[in-house]
């Protein structure tokens, strides 16, 4: 009797506590002094980061900075970093520039490869996939190409999204957008190619972005879409955060509304939805300022902020990226040479722990 018994115990408890109230900003706090995770020498220019179902959060690694060809790395439970598997270079650029990545339902990692890093706006950019078999990844292949710059990826139900930073070369206002696969159109012997200047029936979505400096340049970047089926993109020039909610086909139920604007921060870059927290979790590489903005009304909360550093001992040294595992906050510091930033060793994670207080 007490064996049927226990189960119920189980889940009835379980479900109290995913029923629980989500924590207000007030009520978020920074627990003790962030810190660094170093890394590897051979290693530079982290950026895209995710949380897979093992546990285990997978980065990619530009290596813009050292000789090293662009990786995926993981990130065990003990913050040990060991590296998964070299990305395959542009057979016409000779190089690769991954951004965003993101697990889909398949167990597979997609990698957004952004060719605009190598100065080429001619529709270069890809989608890469990362075949996974048990915990190794047996290879890389190219499943979508024709992107201008490719940026963020994120895996809702069996589609992967991604973010297109610019949609149309020398459009003025700059314009970008997002992109909606769907995992059984992606295929390495025949990859989805995209028609340029935005004419694509995958585009979910597209706007503008105005700015008065280097920003108006930079578009559409972070991605979250909650598991209700709510999209959040960030428009970085215009430090800001659009959202809409998807149809079940998994484009727009309605156009996109401005969630915030400014308010302290800088720029949007990367972006993640923490479901622990109902919150979303912002990266700031303008401002050097990893932020959470709140779902309704748009609040913000900055959790870190220092003025531009090396990176050593906590400190954010232009963020591009957060993550959150558990109650610890990830950012990737990419210090890539914009906006006056000399990019300088060493090459830096910054760790921050968060805590829920009673205020």
């Known amino acids: 009797m007490l064996r049927n018994v226990l189960p119920l115990l189980v889940l009835a408890i379980s479900s109290q506590f995913c029923l629980a109230a989500a924590p207000t900003l007030k009520q978020i706090e920074v627990d003790g002094t962030p810190t660094s995770i170093v ?52 057979p016409d650029t000779d190089d690769v520039y991954p951004l965003g990545i993101a697990q889909g339902s398949d167990g597979n990692f997609y990698v957004a490869d952004n060719q605009t890093f190598g100065e080429n706006m001619d529709h270069q950019s890809r989608l890469l996939r990362v075949v996974m078999k048990g915990k190794k990844a047996v290879r890389v292949e190219t499943v979508a190409t024709g992107f201008i710059a490719a940026n963020a990826v994120e895996a809702y139900g069996d589609s992967i999204y991604v973010t297109e930073t610019c949609l149309v070369n020398d459009a003025q206002p700059h314009l970008s957008g997002v992109y909606k696969f769907d995992l059984d159109e992606l295929s390495a012997d025949k990859p989805a190619e995209l028609k340029p200047d935005g004419a694509d029936e995958r585009l979910v979505a597209k706007f503008t972005t105005e ?146 207080t009673d205020k």
Not at 67 to 75: E, K, M, S
Not at 294 to 305: E, H, Y
Request: glycine share 10%.
């Open 39 to 90: 890394l590897p020498e051979d290693t530079s220019t982290p950026d895209g980061m995710t949380v897979a179902k093992d546990g285990k959060i997978y980065l990619n690694m530009l290596n813009l900075q050292v000789a090293a060809v662009a990786a995926v790395w993981t990130i065990d439970a003990d913050d040990q970093l060991e590296k998964l598997i070299d990305l395959p270079k542009h």
């Open 211 to 356: 700015a008065d400096d280097w920003r108006s340049g930079v578009g559409a970047n972070g991605m979250a879409i909650t598991p209700k089926g709510v999209l959040y993109v960030c428009n970085f020039g215009e430090a800001s955060v659009l959202t809409a909610p998807l149809k079940e086909d998994g484009f727009l139920a309605e156009p996109l509304k401005t969630l915030v604007k400014g308010k302290g921060i800088g720029s949007t870059d990367g972006m993640k939805y923490v479901h622990s927290l109902r919150k979303l979790i912002v990266a700031d590489f303008f401002s050097n300022a990893i932020h959470l903005v709140g779902l309704k009304g748009g609040r913000v909360k900055t959790i870190a902020q220092n003025p531009n550093s090396d990176g050593a001992g906590g400190k954010l040294d232009k963020p591009s990226e957060p993550c959150v595992r558990g109650t610890t906050v990830y950012a990737s510091n990419i210090d890539l040479p914009y906006d006056g930033n000399e990019p300088d060793k060493p090459d830096t994670l910054t760790v921050i722990q968060l805590k829920i």
